[in-house]
């Protein structure tokens, strides 16, 4: 079983800038594909990122392609989300998970471990 912790997020003014963070426990945490959601007031999960369990392939939502980027640590147990050019629209709490058996990239229900999510908040 994996653990996740998300921390990072905050008041931030649009434009500006935040890197995310997901902190795993367990010793496999390297043979797990990771992703991101995030879900507004109202409104569905939704994708934002996801990285294979090497790095060596990331998939982005539409909406942050250029702006947002996906990375991880192996060593550290860590994923990481970079954020730029941020909008308010991009308000929201975000979440890690992790994927035990990649098939569908970006399908909710794919994911089999949850964070208990990180807010972030950008000002118009």
């Known amino acids: 079983q994996v653990q996740l912790v998300e921390s990072g997020g905050g008041l931030v003014q649009a434009g500006g800038s935040l890197r995310l963070s997901c902190a795993a426990s367990g010793r496999t945490f390297s043979s797990y594909d990771m992703g991101w959601f995030r879900q507004a007031p109202g409104k569905e999960r939704e994708f934002v990122a996801h990285i294979s369990w090497s790095g060596g392939n990331t998939f982005y939502a539409d909406s942050v392609k250029g702006r947002f980027t996906i990375s991880r640590d192996n060593a550290k147990n860590t994923v990481y989300l970079q954020m730029n050019s941020l909008k308010p629209e991009d308000t929201a709490v975000y979440y890690c998970?992790?994927?035990?058996?990649?098939?569908?990239?970006?399908?909710?229900?794919?994911?089999?471990?949850w964070g208990q999510g990180t807010q972030v908040t950008v000002s118009s």
């Open positions: 998970a992790a994927d035990r058996s990649p098939g569908v990239v970006g399908n909710v229900y794919e994911y089999d471990y």
